[in-house]
């Protein structure tokens, strides 16, 4: 299918650079301070629920803002429906702690699985008894029903003592000399302020950290995606639907039109287009068997992008850097998901903003350079980096007076295995000859990297 952009915002569709409509001034006014807590978490995806409860657990007081209604975010309203791999394609797992209790908690309805519509379990040969042998065969990930997903997801949330607040969209933030002390919402109670002593970026876009004045690198090479469900007869069936992307995040060997994930103009375009692909999809569907009844019965509700805004510090992760080499301050592993071998250390520095001293980015706007994003934007590389965070924010609330940048990561490394991550130097040895990611690798539409990518 030829997709065309609509004219309207043909060429660079930037908001700060469309050609302005007149200009308003808005009285200043005095904001009500509505709540305060001891963690404020925006973004509610899989980064941020784990970040909360990682915090809460932690002893922490929770704020988990989402401006939709339901968890979960790509993986859920999103429909990418896949957990991808625990372990390193060779038998070893290397993810634990929340990313495995999150995997499991992903299939907890899943009883005997739905074949055409990927609803599958965990493979046996990871459950309880497995072998190495068996296990070396077959990687440790699941596939599960979006909607019983995000159920699930705010019942484990609400049970930890987070307070979830929907329909909430971050406007602006307020700063004393290097913290931040509070954002400022919108929601249906109008414009208020939301007071925290720690704060943790998981909206995907590092937005929070754009707005506290931290540097940060965004991308326009963002395709049209957009995976769904469809009803043939009495058959649920998954679509996986994406152009071709670059896993670098190049246009070049992508298949465009391409988008931004900072502008709102660009991220509307991008969604409209996906609805469009899916549409396309259904009348190829239809018309290649017109007897059956085709229905669409789930399609994702926000927009599917893959990079868009992320954290930029010294620190950032280089696959170069952290593949199979253990870090000082390593405080989660996590696999290649696009093939066998590579294990990656995620340091601390890769989630801690530079000028801001409690504020931490996880998920898919934490530091981590076009080398590395494609993995640690993944499923797994979002919930280790956001247990690490909510942990990381409730240890420095105890021992450093929630200054970061003086945290003791031995203290917060010994918390974390507690908690179950593994965190093994062991763990970052080649079990087997690796294959690196080669430096051009693309994800082809409707590929095996794009079913689960």
């Known amino acids: 299918m030829k997709w065309t952009r609509p004219e309207k915002i043909a060429g660079d569709a930037r908001c700060a650079e469309a050609p302005p409509a007149g200009q308003v001034r808005e009285p200043a006014r005095s904001l009500p301070v509505r709540r305060a807590c001891d963690v404020l978490v925006v973004g509610g995806g899989l980064s941020g629920v784990a970040a909360a409860v990682a915090a809460a657990r932690n002893g922490a007081r929770v704020m988990l803002l989402e401006r939709s209604f339901a968890l979960g975010g790509l993986a859920t309203l999103g429909m ?23 995997l ?8 005997h699985g ?9 493979p046996p040969a990871w459950k309880v008894g497995g072998s190495p042998a068996a296990r070396a065969q ?34 602006q933030v307020l700063k004393s000399g290097q913290r931040l002390t509070h954002v400022l919402v919108e929601n249906k109670c109008g414009r208020s302020a939301l007071a925290a002593r720690m704060f943790v970026d998981a909206s995907g876009d590092a937005d929070l950290c754009f707005l506290a004045g931290e540097e940060t690198e965004s991308l326009d090479s963002n395709v049209l995606a957009g995976w769904f469900y469809y009803l043939t007869g009495d058959e649920l069936v998954r679509a996986p639907l994406s152009h071709r992307y670059h896993a670098q995040g190049a246009r070049e060997g992508a298949a465009g039109p391409f988008f931004r ?12 287009g996906s609805r469009g692909l899916i549409r396309h999809k259904l009348d190829e569907l239809r018309a290649r068997d017109p007897q059956k009844e085709i229905e669409p019965v789930m399609a994702p509700t926000l927009p599917c992008l893959r990079m868009t805004r992320r954290l930029c510090v010294p620190r950032a992760m280089q696959a170069a850097q952290v593949c199979h080499t253990w870090l000082d301050d390593t405080v989660g592993l ?14 601390l520095g890769a989630l801690v903003a530079e000028r801001t001293v409690n504020l931490l980015a996880v998920g898919r706007c934490l530091a981590a350079d076009v080398t590395i994003w494609d ?13 690490a965070a909510g942990t990381a924010a409730a240890v420095a609330l105890q021992a450093s007076g929630g200054d970061l940048h003086r945290i003791a990561v031995p203290e917060l490394q010994r918390q974390l295995r507690s908690q179950g991550v593994l965190l093994d130097p062991a763990l970052l040895t080649p079990s087997a000859p690796v294959t690196r990611p080669p430096a051009t690798s693309i994800g082809a539409a409707n590929s095996e990297d794009d079913k689960v990518g």
């Open 80 to 102: 990418v429906t896949t957990w991808l791999p625990l372990c390193d394609g060779h038998g070893r797992q290397v993810s634990a702690g929340l990313a495995e209790e999150l």
């Open 104 to 111: 499991k908690l992903s299939v907890r309805d899943v009883r």
């Open 114 to 122: 739905r074949t055409s519509a990927h609803f599958e379990g965990i």
């Open 138 to 171: 077959v990687r440790y990930r699941v596939n599960f029903n979006p909607c019983a997903y995000w159920l699930a997801l705010e019942e484990w949330a609400l049970a930890a003592g987070v307070d979830v607040l929907y329909d909430t969209r971050v406007c």
């Open 261 to 272: 994930g900072d502008d709102a103009r660009e991220v509307n375009a991008q969604l409209l």
């Open 334 to 347: 996590i696999s290649d998901w696009r093939r066998a071998g590579p294990v990656y250390a995620v340091p």
């Open 375 to 387: 993995v640690t934007r993944a499923l797994p590389g979002c919930v280790v980096s956001g247990e």
